[in-house]
C-alpha cells in the first residue's frame, strides 16, 4: 500500500504559476503509476496528467498540454506537477493518485486504487 499527501496548493492570480508536490510513503514508490486528477465546483473528477512507474511515459488533458509539466523524483519518493499559466478554469481540487505497475490507460480513473486528501488550487482572474 501507498499514502499520498499533496502539498503546494494555494491562490495565484491568472498567469502565475504553482508547483504541486505529492509526497508518497513506502518503499516502492518507483514501481508506481503516478496520476494527478482534479475536481472544479460542481463538476466530475477529471485527468490532469500522469507519469508511468519507468517514467518514460507522460499523458496530459488537452486542456493543461504545454502549460502543466508532471515529473517524479524516486528519491525523495515525491511526484511534481508544476503548473504554469494558469487559468481562473484551472480552479479545482488537486488530487495525486498511484496504481502499481500500471502501464496503459493513465487518464482512466477507475484504474487508480490510491488517493491522496487534495489541495486546493484557486486562480483569480
Known amino acids: 500500500q501507498v499514502q499520498l499527501v499533496e502539498s503546494g496548493g494555494g491562490l495565484v492570480q491568472a498567469g502565475g504559476s504553482l508547483r504541486l508536490s505529492c509526497a508518497a510513503s513506502g518503499r516502492t514508490f518507483s514501481r508506481y503509476t503516478m496520476g494527478w486528477f482534479r475536481r472544479a465546483p460542481g463538476k466530475e473528477r477529471e485527468f490532469v496528467a500522469a507519469i508511468s512507474w519507468r517514467g518514460d511515459s507522460t499523458d496530459y488533458a488537452e486542456s493543461v498540454k504545454g502549460r502543466f509539466t508532471i515529473s517524479r523524483d524516486n528519491a525523495k519518493n515525491t511526484v511534481y506537477l508544476q503548473m504554469n499559466s494558469l487559468k481562473p478554469e484551472d480552479t479545482a481540487v488537486y488530487y495525486c493518485?498511484?496504481?502499481?505497475?500500471?502501464?496503459?490507460?493513465?487518464?482512466?480513473?477507475?484504474?487508480?486504487?490510491?488517493w491522496g486528501q487534495g489541495t486546493q488550487v484557486t486562480v483569480s482572474s
Open positions: 493518485t498511484a496504481e502499481l505497475l500500471l502501464t496503459q490507460n493513465l487518464a482512466v480513473i477507475s484504474n487508480y486504487a490510491y
